[in-house]
């Protein structure tokens, strides 16, 4: 129509680019977030999914190591975490570490990680629980630990990836401390090699000491991100209608619609003289 002829104009395609700009950065955005979604829902699947299954042997898992002491082996694949793993070995009780500020039921504690050797020297830590910190002191004051069974202990847990970010390890008391399970750092403090995750106590033959609390797994908030799929996308559809709309009422001011129509302005001064 010739009335739109204005969006031909610099001003207008310059105004149609950035719209068309902003609301494809906008899908962009949702996809980036729909993907989270996907990867966030396969995290909680296979968590589930842990819980439900019969135990694997670990080796069917985790690659055994194959560096000197000290080393951590490969990082199993990421679909492979929360597996659910048997392995049987003895604990190394001189090596226990204790991760600090761990929070469950909204106290603050420790997660108690034991390397269990197995008998081909290698060793795989294990995530034996969470307690309380010692009594009468705040959440940095190390607790009594319930020794690790001695002889043979055979571990069913799940599978966990190393955890990320910065981890600083120290010795306090003879025991190593941390913040993160970080598995190539902690076995850089170990005497054998290490594999390249740990596990989360499910079950232990002797038993575990009932001081031990489970340590919680949450699943993640993957509709969170599904809100901000729809969330993106809405905007850029609002982009663009935004655009439609300020463009028809520009079409329709310069159709003069809505405005006097001249022969009523000419009638006017017929009936003032008529009185």
């Known amino acids: ?63 055994a190591p194959t560096g000197g002491s000290g080393t951590a082996g490969p990082a199993p694949a990421e679909d492979r975490s929360w597996t659910k793993v048997t392995v049987t070995g003895r604990y190394d009780s001189a090596n226990v570490v204790l991760v600090r500020g761990r929070a469950v039921e909204r106290t603050v504690g420790f997660e108690v990680v034991t390397p269990l050797v197995l008998a081909d020297g290698t060793a795989v830590l294990v995530d034996r629980g969470w307690i309380p910190p010692a009594p009468g002191g705040d959440a940095t ?54 594999h390249g995750a740990y596990l989360l106590l499910d079950e232990q033959t002797p038993a575990a000491d009932p001081t031990f609390k489970d340590v919680p797994v949450g699943h993640t908030n993957n509709w969170q991100n599904f809100g901000y799929v729809v969330q993106w996308w809405i905007f850029a559809a609002m982009t663009l209608f935004g655009y439609g709309w300020v463009a028809r009422r520009e079409a329709r001011r310069l159709a003069g619609v809505g405005q006097e129509r001249p022969s009523d302005r000419a009638a006017e001064p017929a009936s003032h003289s008529v009185a």
Not at 25 to 41: E, I
């Open 141 to 194: 004051v190390q607790p009594d630990v319930p020794p690790a069974p001695t002889g043979e202990v055979t571990v069913t847990g799940r599978v966990h990836l190393s955890e990320s970010g910065s981890v600083g390890v120290t010795r306090r008391d003879g025991r190593l401390e941390t913040r993160r399970i970080g598995v190539p750092r902690l076995a850089q403090e170990l005497p054998y090699p290490v």
């Open 1 to 63: 129509m010739v009335v739109y002829r204005f969006l031909l104009t610099p001003r207008w395609l310059g105004i149609l680019a950035l719209t068309l700009i902003a609301a494809a950065v906008m899908v962009l955005l949702g996809n980036w977030q729909l993907d989270r979604y996907h990867g966030r829902t396969a995290i909680n699947e296979r968590i589930d999914a842990g819980l439900r299954m019969d135990p694997v042997p670990l080796r069917d898992v985790l690659p």
